[in-house]
Every structure is written in C-alpha cells, then in structure tokens.
C-alpha cells in the first residue's frame, strides 16, 4: 500500500481549501452537509482525502469535470482548486447545493465551479456525454456508479472512485458489466492516508463506445436494482 504524497500546494490553493473547509463546518451548524465536523478530522477526511484521487484525475482527457453525490463538496471542491478544471458539483438535496454553491461564490470560485441541485440521471439527460472526467466517494458500490456515471462521460473519459473498502465482490461485480455499460477497468490504487490508518482505495473505469442498454434508467433504478452481468 502507498502512503499519501501531498501534492504540491500553492499558499493560494492552501487559503481555499481550508476557507472551503471552514465553510463547510459553519454551514453544517444549520445544514446536514457532514458528519466530520471538527477542524482536524476535516483536513484529514475531507481535504487530505479529496486530494487523494488527484494523479488519477489528471491523467483524464482535458475537459469538464463532475462531481456526483457531492454533498458538502467533497472531492469535487478540492479537485476543482487543485486542478483548475471546470467543475459541476452534483447533489440531489438542493439545500446543500445552495450552501455550497454560496461557499464557492464567498471564495471567488464561481467562474470555473457550479451546482446542479438534482438527481445524476437527470443531468445525464441535459448534459449527455458533457464530461472528461468524473468522481465520486461515498456514493454507491461500483456497479451502480458505473451505470449513473457513463452517460455523463464523453469517449474516453474518466470515472474516479473514491472507495474506503473494495470487496473483491464489488470490483468482480463491476467487471462483469464491462461490456453491458461500455466502461472498462484502467486502474485501482490503494493509498493509506497521514494519520497512518485510514485506507482510501481509488479505482478508476473509463468509457468504451456505447453501452448496451438504454441509460438513464428511472430515477433510483441504478442504486435500488443494479444490473447484475
Ligand atoms: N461525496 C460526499 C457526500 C457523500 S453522501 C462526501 O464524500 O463527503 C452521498 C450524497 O449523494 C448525498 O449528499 C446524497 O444526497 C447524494 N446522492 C445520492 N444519490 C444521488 C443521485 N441519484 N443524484 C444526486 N445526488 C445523489
């Protein structure tokens, strides 16, 4: 397993991620953004975290970034500072896009980061294929993300999974639907964050041509009743 190399940080970059943070804790005060809500379980679980899943976010075509299930931000605020990349951040609970879409506006943001307060399937009907690369952590299992995710994704473009634990289940699982949603393996890197426990695996997928089922599905299908291979 590796151990986390921080990436190199501007001090610019540094004061938005923590002002992204410290955003994040004070609106949690009124908003259920997160269950992390102290300053050093922050860095460590949200930014340090996020951050994570850079090297593989890069290595994705250039072009529009998204993050489903995004939540409080998270990896898709850090990875949109980090990257510069232009960025949706995906939730379906509109009061928390709302709060973090005013985070990104307080930090001079908005030009490059935007919220879509919806369902993912819906977007993939008005942004078919509108994206080179997209994340996720702590959405669904594999199965699940492949199908909400490849709609979304151009030729060639990038899922990044943000996993605490693989079962070899879920990745076999994943596999066996290669064909059926036209996305196949690239990569699955295990990474052990500073505190010296916590174990973030990033597994990455990529578009292959066309799927062989009509997506979206329904609203829900995909996380309630994932394809079987
Ligand atoms: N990525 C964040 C939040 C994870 S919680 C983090 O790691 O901290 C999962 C989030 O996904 C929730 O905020 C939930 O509202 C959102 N979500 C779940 N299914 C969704 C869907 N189909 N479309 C849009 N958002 C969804």
């Keep these: 397993m590796d151990i986390f190399e921080p990436p190199a940080i501007t001090s610019s970059q540094q004061s938005l991620l923590e002002g992204h943070l410290r955003g994040v804790l004070e609106a949690n005060k009124v908003h259920n953004l997160t269950r992390i809500d102290t300053w050093e379980d922050g860095l460590l679980l949200h930014v340090e975290d996020s951050l994570v899943g850079l090297p593989e976010i890069q290595d994705a075509p250039v072009g529009r970034y998204a993050d489903l299930g995004t939540g409080g931000g998270f990896p898709g605020v850090p990875v949109a500072i980090m990257t510069g990349r232009e960025t949706l951040l995906v939730d379906s609970v509109q009061k928390k896009m709302a709060a973090v879409q005013e985070i990104v506006d307080s930090l001079g943001l908005s030009a490059s980061v935007s919220t879509y307060g919806g369902r993912i399937e819906d977007l993939a009907k008005e ?20 199908e909400l995710a490849v709609p979304l994704l151009q ?14 289940n879920e990745l076999e699982h994943a596999r066996a639907l290669e064909d059926k949603l036209a996305m196949r393996l690239v990569s699955e890197r295990h990474v052990l964050l500073s505190d010296g426990v916590t174990e973030r695996c990033i597994v990455v997928f990529k578009r292959c041509g066309e799927p062989r089922v009509k997506l979206p599905r329904r609203v829900g299908s995909a996380q309630k009743n994932p394809y079987r291979a």
């Design 155 to 168: 030729e060639g473009g990038r899922l990044v999974c943000y996993k605490s634990q693989l079962p070899d």
């Design 127 to 146: 942004m078919p294929q509108a994206f080179a690369v997209i994340s996720a952590r702590a959405l669904s299992a594999l199965p699940s993300l492949l």
